[in-house]
């Protein structure tokens, strides 16, 4: 008898085997039962004939309720009907745990209370796929920064200074001290880039953000690449580039998850490179043609976002924001001084930033200047200027969201669907 999962099901055809796992649903008609089992790899049924198992077994598939915990073995048949290809003809089932009554049932639940029942609802068909998509999202990242020569450097999570701005800093108790939660690796990286050339954080960050938006976490995880001798172009050339290949992976590796989510594919074929490049000012020029009367130096909102990714069908980058509503590292453009060397990724169909990079400050007065115009506090940033102070070069990077990607990549309403237990301004539990 092998023990085996229902993913490598096909290579045991006719063979007797051991599944362990759980109840997924049940149909029961006279002399049979159908067991759906799931086993965390796959969904696969187990027809129970009452001539083939003692009455004892048969009364208990009877009995067994949805989630129960259970293992079966019988024999591997070809089942041209099931979109898997196979059956299992069960010779024996064992209950490891007769479950409770399931608080999630087929019929509709609200999404409120899905989430309250997170624990439970991973087990469900869009959790699966949606997280599934995630595991080769996030292996698609490290392979593609493994394989373009950047180190991984773990980045701190405890940090004693703001990266992203003061205003969504959760603050803790570090020995009588304060230190703040990571919004970003960035600053870390800059220091690695140094030492290593070409170098990635990734790791989980942290913004108490107030927004009770569809794209908001207060913990996301985010892929952070940094890059000696790198300017914004490079910079660019690197997210679009990266971005090619993790959606490439995901048609390639996801098919199946994709379909469960009715995905339109046709949309994701279309990411190829080069992906259009424009400038703050004709993002604005854009808004103004669709009526919007947002004014030249704004930052662009949500909605904003929304209708200039819009206009494209494959993500966009736009670059050179205003400097005033950008963060004090980034590099000011030496050809306009109210301009950042900075862009972001925006993602087609209406969702929005998934990247933010661009090119760091490297001369020591303009970013000392920088500090004090935020009002951040120089004795903290003593060893960034450090940075600045020996060997100083150009150098730029970026940070993408994982799940802004996810949520776009899956088609998905809100980003909290694709982290396995969401935390926002109204979620804590479970
Ligand atoms: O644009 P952001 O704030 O950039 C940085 O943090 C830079 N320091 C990164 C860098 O250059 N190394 O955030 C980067 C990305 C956004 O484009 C978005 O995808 C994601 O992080 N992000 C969030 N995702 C979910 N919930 C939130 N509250 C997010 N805030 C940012
Ligand atoms: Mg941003």
Redesign the pocket.
């Known amino acids: 008898m092998e023990k085996v999962s229902i993913s490598t099901i096909q290579f045991f055809e006719d063979r007797e085997v051991e599944l362990k796992g759980w109840l997924y649903n049940k149909r029961s008609s006279g002399k049979l039962h159908f067991l759906q089992l799931r086993d965390g790899t796959g969904i696969i049924q187990c027809v129970v004939f009452k001539g083939d198992v003692s009455e004892e077994i048969f009364k208990l598939c009877g009995e067994l309720t949805q989630e129960s915990a259970i293992i079966v073995r019988g024999t591997v048949r070809r089942d041209e009907r099931s979109t898997l290809g196979f059956e299992i003809g069960a010779s024996d089932v064992e209950c490891v745990q007769m479950a409770e009554a399931y608080p999630i049932t087929p019929k509709e639940h609200g999404l409120a209370y899905l989430m309250d029942h997170r624990h439970l609802w991973l087990r469900s068909t869009r959790p699966h796929a949606i997280l599934q998509v995630r595991h080769e999202v996030v292996k698609a990242c490290r392979d593609y920064m493994d394989t373009n020569g950047f180190i991984l450097m773990d980045a701190p999570i405890f940090t004693p200074a703001a990266?992203?701005g003061t205003t969504?800093l959760f603050e803790t108790d570090y020995f009588g001290e304060k230190a703040y939660l990571t919004?970003?690796?960035?600053?870390y990286?800059e220091a690695a880039a140094m030492a290593f050339g070409k170098v990635y954080c990734f790791g989980p960050?942290f913004?108490s953000?107030k927004?009770k938006t569809r794209?908001?976490?207060?913990e996301?995880w985010?892929i952070?690449?940094?890059m000696a001798y790198c300017d914004l172009d490079g910079d660019m050339d690197l997210a679009e580039d990266m971005v090619v290949y993790i959606v490439a992976r995901i048609l390639e590796e996801c098919s199946e998850e994709l379909e469960v989510l009715e995905r339109d594919i046709g949309k994701l074929e279309k990411v190829k490179k080069p992906f259009p490049r424009i400038s703050y000012q004709q993002a604005i020029d854009i808004l103004h043609k669709t009526g919007s009367d947002i004014r030249w130096g704004v930052d662009l909102g949500g909605d904003d976002e929304t209708v200039v990714s819009q206009q494209f069908e494959t993500p966009i980058l736009v670059h050179r924001y205003p400097t005033k509503v950008k963060?004090f590292?980034m590099k000011e453009d030496p050809q306009d001084a109210r301009l950042a060397l900075c862009m972001?990724?925006l993602a087609p169909e209406g969702y929005g930033?998934?990247?933010?990079?661009?090119q760091r400050e490297d001369e020591l007065a303009i970013l000392e200047r920088k500090l004090s115009e935020h009002e951040l506090p120089k004795e903290t940033f003593a060893w960034y200027l450090d940075l600045r102070r020996y060997g100083s070069v150009p150098h730029a990077?970026?940070?993408?969201?994982?799940?802004?990607?996810i949520t776009w990549i899956c088609g998905l309403h809100h980003?909290r669907e694709t982290i396995p237990f969401p935390r926002t301004l109204q979620r804590l539990y479970p």
Do not use: K, N, W
């Open positions: 990266c992203e969504t919004q970003s690796g960035q600053l990286m960050t913004r953000e927004s794209r908001h976490l207060t996301f985010m952070e690449p940094e963060a590292y972001d990724m930033e998934i990247i933010g990079g661009g990077g970026f940070g993408m969201g994982i799940e802004r990607m980003v």
